[in-house]
């Protein structure tokens, strides 16, 4: 009796499916929640004139390259919700794709269907597809500069078109995100470790072009980033605090893989080299060395210089983690346990991506708005404390220029948070026209009770207070010789 016999499954049909597949998980139920306000502020800056994007990011600790990209896509296709989220959409899906194209030039067919798959799922490339921020498409730009840099160094003789092609993709990843330059640096690294032992490899030289294409990839990149170097160095001795802390591993593993068990043996899995032979390859080697380099660099800067990482910035990592894990679970035997690791680390990794999906820390700012509106006129005063709240946020969701807003405290919007007496004193200005309402919305409840005390000491009292997601509250407060009707 003969058996059944299935030809494999081609590339490009395990290409298209996957592809497929993220995109569904990234386009499902798009607009259930509002935008965040870091979301708002990239709409609204993206919605500005070319020439003033440029003058006000250099303000922002983030390069220009994506709010340009999103300045193209708001005027082709609007700035609804949808519109600005399906920029990262297609980012992140793409992203899918050179997950399995690299994989398969690393390390062959079948971990590239399994990282793919990592990565579709997984809660960190899912979340970050899904909201109008540019780390997808710093994941998207930094893998096609390892493909890049890999095709170099395999090819005696790089064409031209690649090597150009990666220099573009370099220029691109440093000015999308700071954190790219921590990938150039460990290619550099990589490249020059690989030239010490290639010369070693005799009878075997490398190729003239090869050098000088590895050189220019890295070189040329660095110098054209230079210029914004210099505003980065400004940016970081204007600031004395930050929100931002390096991410603990719980962390880490809870933002990748939704699980810090899940992120426990993924960290074993990274260490299998050390007692399996067959994982101690180039490939094996290097591709363990460019996951985890960039996190220690930006670790070290965090700890001595400022702190600047959070664990979106290693998304780039997270799809190379994948890469990790698939290459070496395929290598493990017996292939039950082989089996059960790979269904439990993907159970676990959607299992995380739902959650996150659902219990992500966003306001609905939509009826947030829309109770602001409800409750006050043109005569009243709009207090967002932690200023930039208000200023990007409201104006997105009412279209409204007859209120009067004021980000508070306007000193130290987004480093130091904090009220003091100095900043108190803002207020004197806009209080002394007496407005019937103050609308104050916050998320500090740590610092209401000063700001209380300063608007009761001004003849205000508090009406009604209503809280919503995430510890954000709106408190209405009125003149305490009159009671404002709405």
């Not at 440093?174 to 990589?190: Q, S």
């Not at 050189?215 to 110098?223: A, N, Q, R, S, Y």
């Not at 210089?305 to 290693?314: D, E, G, I, K």
């Not at 987004?414 to 609308?439: C, K, M, V």
């Amino acid at each position: 009796m003969r058996h059944l016999k299935f030809r494999p499954l081609p590339a490009w049909l395990w290409l298209l499916s996957l592809v497929v597949v993220a995109l569904a998980i990234r386009t499902w139920n798009p607009v259930w929640f509002s935008l965040s306000v870091d979301e708002a502020y990239s709409v609204s800056l993206a919605r500005l004139p070319l020439s003033d994007i440029i003058r006000l990011i250099a303000l922002d600790n983030h390069p220009p390259l994506y709010f340009l990209m999103l300045h193209a896509w708001i005027s082709w296709f609007g700035h609804s919700e949808i519109a600005v989220r399906s920029l990262s959409w297609l980012f992140g899906t793409a992203a899918v794709a050179m997950v399995y194209l690299f994989a398969k030039e690393m390390f062959g067919k079948r971990p590239a269907v399994l990282a793919a798959l990592l990565t579709a799922v997984g809660p960190i490339h899912v979340v970050q597809s899904q909201t109008a921020r540019m780390y997808t498409l710093l994941e998207l730009l930094g893998l096609l500069s390892l493909y890049g840099i890999v095709r170099i160094v395999r090819s005696p003789r790089p064409p031209i078109g690649l090597v150009l092609f990666t220099i573009v993709a370099n220029i691109s990843l440093v000015y999308t995100h700071v954190f790219g330059l921590y990938i150039v640096a460990t290619l550099a690294l990589c490249l020059a470790t690989a030239w010490v032992w290639y010369r070693r490899q005799r009878p075997k030289p490398v190729h003239a072009r090869q050098i000088w294409s590895a050189v220019f990839v890295i070189v040329v990149p660095i110098l054209t980033f230079l210029p914004w170097l210099a505003i980065v160095v400004q940016q970081l001795n204007a600031r004395q605090r930050t929100w931002l802390v390096p991410p603990t591993f719980i962390e880490f593993s809870h933002d990748l893989f939704g699980d810090w068990t899940v992120g426990l043996a993924a960290l074993a899995i990274i260490s299998l080299p050390l007692v399996n032979r067959a994982l101690r390859t180039t490939n094996h080697i290097w591709i363990r060395i460019m996951t985890i380099i960039p996190i220690l660099l930006s670790y070290a800067v965090s700890l001595t210089v400022f702190p600047s990482t959070s664990t979106r910035h290693l998304i780039v990592q997270a799809a190379l983690w994948n890469i990790i894990i698939a290459a070496s679970i395929l290598i493990i035997k017996p292939i039950k346990l082989q089996a059960c690791l790979v269904v439990w680390i993907l159970i676990m990794n959607g299992l995380g991506t739902w959650q996150q999906l659902h219990t992500r820390l966003a306001v609905d700012w939509q009826q947030v708005t829309t109770e602001i509106n409800a409750r006050s006129d043109a005569r009243d005063i709009i207090i967002f404390h932690q200023g930039y709240n208000g200023q990007f946020i409201y104006p997105y969701y009412t279209h409204d220029q007859i209120r009067t807003i004021l980000p508070f405290p306007q000193a130290s919007v987004l480093h130091d948070r904090s009220i003091t007496a100095t900043n108190l004193a803002e207020l004197d200005a806009p209080l002394a026209g007496n407005p019937p309402q103050i609308i104050l919305v916050t998320n500090n409840p740590a610092h209401d009770n000063l700001l209380r005390q300063y608007l009761t000491s001004h003849q205000y009292q508090s009406q009604q207070r209503t809280n919503y997601g995430y510890k954000t509250s709106i408190e209405i407060f009125c003149q305490t010789d009159k009671h404002v009707e709405r």
